[in-house]
């Protein structure tokens, strides 16, 4: 007889009911009881990220959790991206810029690139920042410079002023006032590069 | 094949002691395996080579998540992740603990690992064993009997191998506070950057006296042998002498007779020693230069 438990979960702000047994895999919890397919499977062993989902906020292999683990937990898939048809800033400019070759790993960057926007949350994270955090998440198609690039440019554009007040000024360059929030020289220049990549 | 998931039982106990007088119990109902972060355990559930059906949940018992430093040290919770230990500020003493908590897997991983696991799993891999090891690390073990401490070089008996009783849980470790004038190096040698594997991994923790002499080694490693190991003929071979080029020759020869690693579907045991020599030669000459700076 397989045991059952019954598991109470957000996912994607909407609050799920599930009878599942207890050690069956997130993963499949969310294909499979929540109909959500947008997480793959690639390894099965943690190493592609393919499955990457948010944990209670921390970017997680769902193939490596037992469903009792996101018993009360907030999960995040990549089907709470976008909004209705809206995708988002960052689903955009994975469209935009080619970060997304045959899609099995696309579900996996997606949601560890969130992750790392929030962790830089109103900065421009560098390359070798953007490729730390999106280490864990393997693209067979070797795309990674665009996905780079996307990652940056949806940093770039929610760290970038909405608010005309400040963006009316007209000294002021476009690109500038992010990097005054910002803060280093670094960071000023990242966002001025890709402000610059932004604009061609 | 995959492991049946669905035919599995978990108990999750609500307390440290419910979860002892469970694992104590076993010993009479049947094997009880625990059930920490999942990333080595759902690997093997995954490919079908783990085959237990009752597991131990910790994941409801907070107070094995702590991590605190005091005047006797640093003590981690067995349940601690390396992303817990990598960002809490009371980890800030012990460099080489943070630095390889940030490259055990990626985030994903790190976000789940807890330093009980890797320890449980025993892997002679395991990147946080050797600098256990360096800092003199001790595991506390907790039973239906109390806790009971046990230096981390007496924990591996042999390859995947603990020298603890089948009822007893890892419930913390504690890693002394590091004396002024110690010099350490962490060093993972994988096949790329991130996600990989070791080679070879090393934790070295070296002290000289104000006189000028060595007088505490520990040279820590992985991935080498069948255990995390110290090479002691190379700690010997530093202790009670001046650094110099010539004590880093004499440490490097001395290694041949503390590790002869083998070959395996990650490395070669020639390469591997070859590369064990370059970084403990890498880390007398930082240490030597450190200790002459000052």
Avoid at chain 1, 91 to 107: I, K, Y
Wanted: net charge positive; charged share 20%.
């Amino acid at each position: 007889m397989s045991p059952r438990v019954r598991l109470a979960m957000t996912v994607n702000g909407r609050a799920r009911r599930v009878s599942v047994p207890p050690m069956k895999r997130l993963l499949d919890v969310l294909r499979e009881d929540c109909g959500l397919t947008g997480s793959k499977e690639g390894c099965g062993e943690g190493e592609c990220g393919a499955c990457t989902v948010l944990l209670n906020g921390a970017p997680v292999n769902s193939c490596l959790v037992p469903a009792v683990h996101a018993e009360g937990a907030k999960v995040v898939t990549v089907e709470g991206l976008a909004r209705g048809e809206r995708l988002s800033a960052l689903q955009r400019a994975f469209v935009e810029r080619g970060g997304s070759q045959c899609g099995m790993c696309t579900p996996g960057m997606l949601v560890a690139s969130l992750a790392l926007l929030a962790e830089h949350r109103g900065r421009v994270p560098t390359d070798a920042q953007v490729r730390d955090g999106l280490s864990g998440t393997l693209c067979r198609c070797t795309g990674y410079q665009k996905i780079v690039d996307a990652v940056q440019a949806a940093a770039a554009e929610s760290a970038a002023p909405r608010r005309p007040a400040r963006a009316r000024r007209p000294s002021r360059a476009p690109g500038r006032t992010a990097s005054r929030r910002a803060g280093t020289a670094a960071t000023r220049r990242r966002a001025a590069r890709t402000a610059r990549k932004r604009a061609r | 094949m995959r492991t049946a998931l669905s035919a599995l039982e978990v108990v999750r106990p609500r307390s440290v002691a419910q979860a002892l007088a469970l694992m104590h119990a076993a010993g009479t109902n049947g094997r009880l395996t625990p059930l920490a972060g999942g990333t080595d355990l759902f690997v093997y559930l995954n490919a079908g080579t783990l085959t237990d059906r009752r597991y131990l949940d910790l994941s409801l018992l907070a107070p094995l998540r702590a991590i605190r430093a005091g005047k006797n040290g640093l003590r981690i919770g067995a349940l601690a992740t390396f992303d817990a230990i990598a960002r809490h500020a009371a980890t800030a003493g012990w460099p080489m603990l943070r630095q390889a908590a940030r490259v055990i897997g990626a985030a994903q991983i790190q976000n789940r690992a807890t330093l009980g696991g890797n320890i449980a799993n025993a892997s002679p891999a395991g990147d946080s064993l050797p600098v256990l090891l360096a800092y003199g690390a001790v595991v506390h073990a907790g039973s239906v009997r109390g806790e009971r401490e046990l230096p981390f070089g007496k924990l591996y008996t042999g390859y995947r191998r603990l020298a603890l009783e089948p009822d007893e849980l890892i419930v913390a470790v504690t890693l002394p506070a590091v004396r002024t004038r110690t010099r350490v190096l962490f060093r993972k040698v994988g096949t790329r950057a991130a996600q990989s594997i070791s080679k070879v991994v090393f934790a070295g923790a070296l002290r000289v006296s104000p006189n000028g002499a060595v007088d505490h080694a520990r040279l820590a490693w992985g991935s080498v042998a069948a255990t995390t190991l110290r090479s002691h003929a190379a700690e010997e071979a530093l202790l009670g002498s001046r650094p110099s080029p010539a004590l880093v020759a004499a440490a490097r020869a001395a290694l041949a007779r503390d590790i002869a690693p083998i070959d395996d579907i990650r490395s070669e045991g020639e390469y591997r020693f070859a590369v064990a020599q370059a970084v403990l030669a890498q880390f007398l000459r930082t240490a030597h230069a450190g200790f002459r700076a000052r």
